[in-house]
């Protein structure tokens, strides 16, 4: 029997034609992998920045919140980045600072609350304007 020379010159083509899909793959994934590895790299190098501005405590904190909330954490951090690159940081941030700025971002305001014998728990305001 002959060799079919059309049906080789097809599969040839149909290689050559997976060769370059696979070829395509590969370059996409090399360029995805390239893109993660500069955004992990930035990440880090912005930790760095934001780490020195503030105190060793507020470190703590910052990597506390970086795990519970993540985008107000992302958010605190380009902020930090923001005012040390308009030189609008004068000193080291503290724990209280980023706990502000926290609780500005979130919106939530801080209360006292107070609880007697006996009583239910109210706040402060609600105790001095009772009082009143």
């Not at 990440?43 to 703590?60: G, Y």
């Not at 951090?77 to 004068?90: A, H, R």
């Not at 941030?93 to 305001?109: A, P, Q």
């Amino acid at each position: 029997m002959p060799p079919d020379r059309e049906l080789d010159s097809l599969r040839e083509k149909r290689k050559k034609e997976l060769l370059a899909q696979n070829i395509k793959k590969e370059l996409a994934l090399k360029n995805q992998e390239k893109e993660t590895n500069q955004m992990k790299a930035r990440q880090v190098r912005a930790t760095e920045i934001v780490n020195k501005a503030l105190e060793p405590e507020a470190v703590v904190y910052m990597n506390w919140l970086t795990k519970s909330n993540p985008a107000v954490a992302l958010t605190i951090k380009d902020t930090v980045i923001l005012l040390i690159q308009k030189k609008m940081l004068q000193k080291q941030l503290s724990k209280i600072d980023i706990m502000k700025i926290e609780r500005e971002l979130t919106g939530v305001d801080s209360t006292i609350r107070i609880k007697r014998r006996g009583k239910e728990i109210t706040d402060l305001n609600e105790n001095l304007k009772s009082k009143e």
